[in-house]
C-alpha cells in the first residue's frame, strides 16, 4: 500500500509569496492532519481532519495558514503571506478513524522563507 | 489542555550503554500514550503504543511502561546501537472520538561506535 505522499519535499520562497503545499493519505484513512516542525518547539499541529470536515484548527495558526480537503483523497496547506519565520517541516499524517491508531507521516516538505 | 515533556536532547552515547529518555504528561482524560521514531529526511514512525495503564509496551528492544500514578512513559534501552540514532517523540492522545496526538519536543540521540 502507498504511503502519504507529500509535494514538494523543497520549497524556496521569497518573503511575501503564497506556497501551496500538497498531501495525498492512505487510501482508505479518514483522518488527515498536517503539523509544523521545528527544532525549538517540536511538532505543532495546524490542522485535523475527518472525513473532509475541519476538526479542529491550530489556534496559533489561523491568520496566514488555512489547510482544505479538496476530496478524500488530497489535501493542500496554503501559507499567504509568507514570512521567514514559516521556515520548518510540514508534515501531514493521515490515520483510520480511531483515537486508538497509530498515525502515518510523510516524509514532510522543507520550507525556507528568504 | 494537554501537554508532554521530555527529556532536552541532543543526548550522545556510546554504542552498547543504557538509554533512558525521560517523559511526562498532562491530561484530564484516560490516554492512550505513544512513542515515535524519525530518522534524517523521514517522517515520524509509530515505536509503539500503549493504549492502558500499568501496561508496557516495547519494540525493537525499546520499552516503556504506562504509569498513571507518576503521568509518566520513559522510554529505555538496554544497549544502544548506531543505528538508534534518531529524534524520539513522546505524545498522548486523549482519547474519545478524537484522533489527534500532542506530542513532546522530541529528542535527538546520537549513538557513537
Known amino acids: 500500500d502507498a504511503g502519504v505522499t507529500q509535494t514538494p519535499r523543497h520549497e524556496v520562497a521569497e518573503k511575501g509569496q503564497t506556497i501551496i503545499l500538497k498531501c495525498e493519505p492512505v487510501s482508505g484513512h479518514n483522518d488527515l492532519f498536517w503539523y509544523r516542525q521545528t527544532k525549538i518547539q517540536g511538532l505543532e499541529l495546524l490542522s485535523y481532519?475527518?472525513?473532509?470536515?475541519?476538526?479542529?484548527d491550530g489556534g496559533a495558526f489561523k491568520d496566514r495558514f488555512k489547510a482544505e480537503m479538496l476530496n478524500s483523497s488530497f489535501s493542500t496547506l496554503k501559507i499567504q503571506p509568507t514570512e521567514p519565520k514559516d521556515s520548518a517541516v510540514y508534515l501531514c499524517?493521515?490515520?483510520?478513524?480511531?483515537?486508538?491508531?497509530?498515525?502515518?507521516f510523510g516524509h514532510g516538505t522543507k520550507l525556507s522563507v528568504l | 489542555g494537554d501537554s508532554v515533556t521530555q527529556t532536552e536532547g541532543p543526548v550522545t552515547l556510546s554504542e552498547g550503554t543504557s538509554l533512558t529518555v525521560n517523559c511526562s504528561y498532562e491530561?484530564?482524560?484516560?490516554?492512550?500514550l505513544f512513542w515515535y521514531v524519525q530518522y534524517p529526511g523521514e517522517g515520524p514512525q509509530l515505536l509503539f503504543k500503549v493504549p492502558k495503564a500499568n501496561e508496557k509496551g516495547s519494540n525493537r528492544g525499546f520499552e516503556a511502561t504506562y504509569n498513571k500514578e507518576a503521568t509518566s512513559f520513559h522510554l529505555q534501552k538496554a544497549s544502544v546501537q548506531e543505528s538508534d540514532s534518531a529524534v524520539y517523540y513522546c505524545a498522548l492522545n486523549s482519547g474519545g472520538s478524537n484522533a489527534k496526538l500532542t506530542f513532546g519536543k522530541g529528542t535527538k540521540l546520537s549513538v557513537k561506535s
Open positions: 491530561t484530564k482524560q484516560y490516554p492512550t
Open positions: 481532519f475527518r472525513s473532509k470536515s475541519l476538526m479542529e
Open positions: 499524517a493521515s490515520s483510520k478513524q480511531s483515537s486508538n491508531e497509530r498515525l502515518f
